[in-house]
């Protein structure tokens, strides 16, 4: 079956760094966009960035956006969220999420869903 | 990139229906049928149950159905049954490879 397994969390202090690694099974990992979404303690979903098959095509919320990016080394099935200059209220559960699609949109079609998750993995920043 | 907006909550007996509402703009919800619904039980990963305003994925109950107008879409859950209690986003397509996701709406069952 299906399964994304994220890890790299832990407890950093604010203005370092962290990278957070997204595998998976059950499936052609280097065939499928990926999604991470976080949640911070108590609070709702938020969508934080996303990576094409290929890697071509990387986008990024206006929150993380020149602080956090993403990375896939094809030949392993890796998938990498290199989060930099890290701030308290990047404090979250972190969750690779796949995209049933290799790309959101293209040609105009757009796939714009999560269809499996992973447990997550919690980021606590905190000095 | 605001968050969509969503009841904080919804109540409902066992075998009820309920119906959560998920507002947004014309950049989103209103400009797109790329919504969908995740249910999340406490400590757990979210679930997809809805995708493309009104799709099921396989093995999701029938129970679940959304549909949208204009800038809202709506999630119903028929015959509401204890473990629906949980709780339910929505997300949108926001244009570029963008999305954003509802505040969330815990449904409780009476």
């Known amino acids: 079956q299906v399964r994304l397994v994220e890890s790299g969390g832990g407890v950093f202090q604010p203005g370092t760094s962290v990278r957070l690694s997204c595998a998976g099974s059950?499936?052609?990992?280097?065939?499928?966009?990926i999604h991470w979404v976080r949640q911070a303690p108590g609070k709702g979903l938020e969508w934080v960035a996303t990576?094409?098959?290929?890697?071509?095509?990387?986008t990024y919320a206006d929150s993380v956006k020149g602080r956090f990016s993403l990375s896939r080394e094809r030949y392993n099935n890796a998938l990498y969220l290199q989060m930099n200059r890290l701030r308290p209220d990047d404090t979250a559960v972190y969750y690779c999420?796949?995209?049933?699609?290799?790309?959101?949109?293209?040609?105009?079609?757009?796939?714009?869903?999560?269809?499996?998750w992973g447990q997550g993995a919690l980021v606590t920043v905190s000095s | 990139q605001s968050a969509l907006t969503q009841p904080a909550s919804v109540s409902g007996s066992p075998g009820q229906s309920i119906t959560i509402s998920c507002t947004g703009t014309?950049?989103?919800?209103?400009?797109?049928?790329?919504v969908s619904w995740y249910q999340q039980h406490p400590d757990k990963a979210p679930k997809l149950i809805i995708f493309?305003?009104?799709k099921r994925p396989s093995g999701i109950s029938d129970r679940f159905s959304g549909s949208k107008s204009g800038n809202t879409a709506s999630l119903t859950i028929s015959g509401l049954q204890i473990e629906d209690e949980a709780d339910y986003y929505c997300?949108?397509?926001?244009?570029?490879?963008?999305?954003?996701f509802g505040i969330g709406t815990k449904v409780t069952v009476l």
């Open positions: 999420a796949r995209s049933p699609s290799a790309m959101v949109a293209f040609g105009g079609v757009f796939v714009a869903h999560f269809d499996y």
């Open positions: 059950g499936f052609a990992f280097n065939r499928f966009a």
């Open positions: 990576i094409s098959y290929d890697g071509s095509t990387k």
């Open positions: 014309t950049s989103d919800v209103g400009s797109f049928n790329l």
């Open positions: 493309e305003v009104n």
């Open positions: 997300s949108s397509y926001a244009g570029k490879t963008t999305f954003v």
